[in-house]
Structures are given as C-alpha cells and as structure tokens.
Nanobody, 115 residues
Framework: QVQLVESGGGLVQAGGSLRLSCAAS????????MAWYRQTPGKQRELVAS???????NYLDFVKGRFAISRDYAKSTVYLQMNSLKPEDTAVYYC?????????WGKGTLVTVSS
C-alpha cells in the first residue's frame, strides 16, 4: 500500500508559478513511476508529467518547457514546478504512484489560474 498526500495548490495569476508537492508513505520502495495528472469537469484525467525510478521524465506536450517534475528520494516526495501558468492549466491535480500494475492516487489539489 502507498499513501499519497498532495499540497501546494491555490490561486495564481496567469504567468505566475506554483510548486506542487506529493508526499508518499507506505511501500515506497516498490514504486516504479510517480506522476502528476490533472482533471477538469467533464473531461478525462490526463497525464501531465511522470518520472521513473531512474529519473526518466515525460511531459504532456502542452506543458513542456513550463513544468518540471522532480523527485526527492530522501523525503519520499515528488514535486511539480509549474511556471508561466495559463488559465488552461486550471484543474485538480492528482499525484499518482504505480507499483507494478497497481495505481495509487492522492485526493488532489486544486490549481486555479486567473486571466
């Protein structure tokens, strides 16, 4: 079992920055990939960024060059640095951890970008 707790969401003006954090606990040594997803009402949850256990990263095209995912193994935390935010980035952001074929999710944190 893996437990995930997100923090760092909030209201920011367009062009601003936020850093999301996701603290993991439980069987963290078994985590293969950690990721951030986001979801807006009426839309499917989409992958924003992911990072593997060896540090390989992957990003949604829309956020490339603006967002950066990183992982602090000592703190069992994954971060999402979001710069140059746009109103279209407004969503609930969810932390995800994959252990083999099992996905674990946090409860989400709301990011609102005003124009």
């Amino acid at each position: 079992q893996v437990q995930l707790v997100e923090s760092g969401g909030g209201l920011v003006q367009a062009g601003g920055s936020l850093r999301l954090s996701c603290a993991a606990s439980g069987s963290i040594s078994r985590i293969n990939v950690m990721a951030w997803y986001r979801q807006t009402p009426g839309k499917q949850r989409e992958l924003v960024a992911s990072i593997t256990s060896i540090g390989s990263t992957n990003y949604l095209d829309f956020v490339k060059g603006r967002f950066a995912i990183s992982r602090d193994y000592a703190k069992s935390t994954v971060y999402l640095q979001m710069n140059s935010l746009k109103p279209e980035d407004t969503a609930v952001y969810y932390c995800n951890a994959r252990v083999f074929r099992t996905d674990y999710w946090g409860k989400g944190t709301l990011v609102t970008v005003s124009s």
